[in-house]
């Protein structure tokens, strides 16, 4: 009898499909030569402050366990550092530090779900929340965010999308690709449409430092929502430190000690290297930081500008480090027109699509590149429009 | 105008080649605003040169280099100004600072062999009158000069793409 290994695979796993990105990644990986705006990650290595100190720190011999919740002393960091949003969270009991907040978006989601509960999720954005909500049993449904509404989430969406099973609303702004921001206004609709509905919010403000226009609003900080929310937020964006793998979510005791429960059983603690490199970031990191975000922004308008001169209708991100501009004037499809970048100029970005329906037309552009490549990129991309 | 001016310095301090039109799209203003800029400010001598780093270890002409302490006696109503002129006006001076601590001038020198530098020293720097005493220290290796690390860039390890 021949055994086929693939009957054992659960059948939720099995029905996940593959990630866009993964396909067109290894597309990429194939072609020699490339400039790649495909990246999702800063293109600063570590500030040397916080590489440094975790030197210190194995020299001084941490390399030991900490507490399931995360080193205490980091919890207080991150606790004082909330404050900057006008969000209170208790270092005891009310923070958790998790490998990522790729884990904290999991745990969330595992200790928030009931069998057939819904998941509201903006679309387009960052790929993990769908394959993570039906992992844990949920229902993903996308909320459509349109260039028409600055890529911003509207109560009527939200209203339209409610049921009777809806249960979690994910926010995740600024947003991963479209580089759309909420501001207090805006999310004072959501909070309305939120508490008449009963929902539970997970909030991924990742992005949070990288705003460019204004200040980034905590949907913790709006009346009645600190409740109901649990705040995720973690290092690899704003201090490039995306391979430390350090994240944290912050929320109401009740909800922080259910996701710990799952974390202590399937992570135990995050590795204390990253979290001692964490605490370094928190405390001696933000000078260095607030350079890495002045430098973000140039480029953001240098690759927001030089987009528009190729003709290309680009929405102002102002948020994260992506343009989303359109490509729906070309008449190809997300997927073709990548595909044509990459073979026939050799440069790489993300088709829209990859991060759920509403993002078909459009391409992410990262900005976390050399101006030189910018540059140089956007001349190959101004090649193949005049062919098209 | 203030920030701006700041920002086009630090932009330029660490890439003097950015083109006007560059720098305005980078920090969204129009290109008239960033040719009047850099016009004031290289009026006001603010900005006084736009210069090169250059490896010449890899060019195989390498170049000699010291820094030699001097200390001097400062003279009445001059002070360390005129002595410190004397000396930065020799071409082979790369950079004069005045410090504080166990001397007083720091001189940077640069020439093509170490005669060069020796034959500065002693017909130059050591017979100048108020110089009581020199210290020399030769250069043997340059990691980093204006921020720039002389064993390259680090490459990009990053993955191609990611999400
Ligand atoms: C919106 C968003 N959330 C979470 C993550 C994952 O971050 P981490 O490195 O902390 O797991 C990303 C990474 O691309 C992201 O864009």
């Known amino acids: ?388 | 105008m203030g920030d701006l001016k700041r920002e086009v310095l630090q932009l330029l301090e660490n890439d003097s080649r950015l083109s006007k039109e560059q720098l305005a799209k980078m920090l969204n203003v129009s290109k008239e605003d960033i040719a009047q800029i850099i016009e004031e400010l290289e009026q006001d001598s603010v900005i006084l040169k736009y210069h090169t780093v250059i490896n010449w270890d890899k060019q195989s002409s390498p170049r000699v280099r010291a820094l030699i302490e001097v200390t001097i006696t400062p003279q009445r109503e001059f002070g360390f100004d005129k002595i410190a002129e004397r000396i930065y006006r020799f071409p082979q001076v790369k950079s004069v600072y005045l410090m504080s601590g166990s001397y007083d001038l720091c001189v940077i020198i640069e020439g093509e062999t170490m005669h060069d530098i020796s034959f500065f020293l002693s017909e130059k720097l050591a017979t100048l009158e108020y110089v009581n005493g020199t210290r020399t220290h030769f250069v043997m290796k340059r990691y980093k000069e204006d921020g720039v690390i002389f064993s390259g860039e680090e490459s990009d390890k990053r993955l191609v793409v990611s999400p």
């Open chain 1, 1 to 388: 009898m021949t055994v086929n290994p693939n009957s054992f695979i659960n059948e939720k796993v099995r029905k996940l499909p593959p990630s866009g990105i993964r396909k067109f990644f290894d597309l990429v990986s194939q072609t020699e030569g490339v400039i790649s705006l495909g990246v999702g990650e800063p293109d600063f290595v570590t500030p040397w402050h916080i590489r440094e100190a975790c030197y210190y720190s194995l020299e001084k011999g941490f390399t030991m366990y900490t507490s399931n919740y995360g080193m205490p002393e980091l919890r207080k960091a991150i606790s004082n550092y909330l404050k900057k949003y006008q969000t209170e969270y208790n270092p005891e009991d009310e923070i958790l530090v998790t490998v990522g907040v790729s884990e904290a978006v999991d745990l969330a989601l595992r200790a928030l779900i009931s069998a057939g509960d819904e998941v509201l999720i903006p679309d387009p954005s960052f790929v993990s929340y769908a394959p993570g909500a039906l992992l844990a049993d949920g229902i993903p449904i996308p909320l459509g965010t349109f260039e028409k509404d600055n890529f911003k989430l509207t109560g009527e969406e939200l209203r339209s999308k409610i049921t009777s099973r809806s249960k979690v609303l994910l926010l995740t702004f600024p947003n991963n690709p479209t580089g759309a921001i909420m501001t207090k206004e805006d999310l004072e609709v959501i909070a309305q449409v939120v508490e008449e509905n009963n929902l539970v919010v997970i909030s991924d403000e990742i992005y949070s430092e990288l705003t460019y226009e204004g200040k980034h609003f905590s949907f913790a900080a709006l009346p009645g929502m600190w409740e109901r929310t649990v705040i995720l937020n973690g290092f690899s964006k704003a201090f490039a430190m995306t391979g430390w793998r350090i994240g944290y979510a912050a929320g109401p005791r009740e909800i922080i000690s259910a996701m710990m429960k799952i974390h202590q059983y399937s992570i135990m603690c995050a590795p204390i290297m990253g979290q001692k490199a964490a605490l370094e970031a928190l405390k001696n990191g933000e000078s260095e930081m607030k350079k890495m975000v002045q430098s973000f922004n140039q480029r953001r308008n240098l690759m927001v500008n030089g987009l528009r001169e190729l003709g290309l209708s680009c929405f102002e991100p102002k948020g994260s480090f992506y343009a989303f501009p359109s490509i729906k004037e070309t008449g190809l499809s997300s997927e073709e027109f990548a595909e044509r970048l990459l073979t026939e100029e050799k440069v790489a970005v993300v088709p829209g699509n990859a991060f759920g329906e509403s993002g078909q037309g459009f391409i992410r552009c990262c900005y976390a590149a050399s101006v030189n490549n910018i540059n140089e990129a956007l001349e190959r991309m101004g090649r193949l429009l005049k062919r098209l």
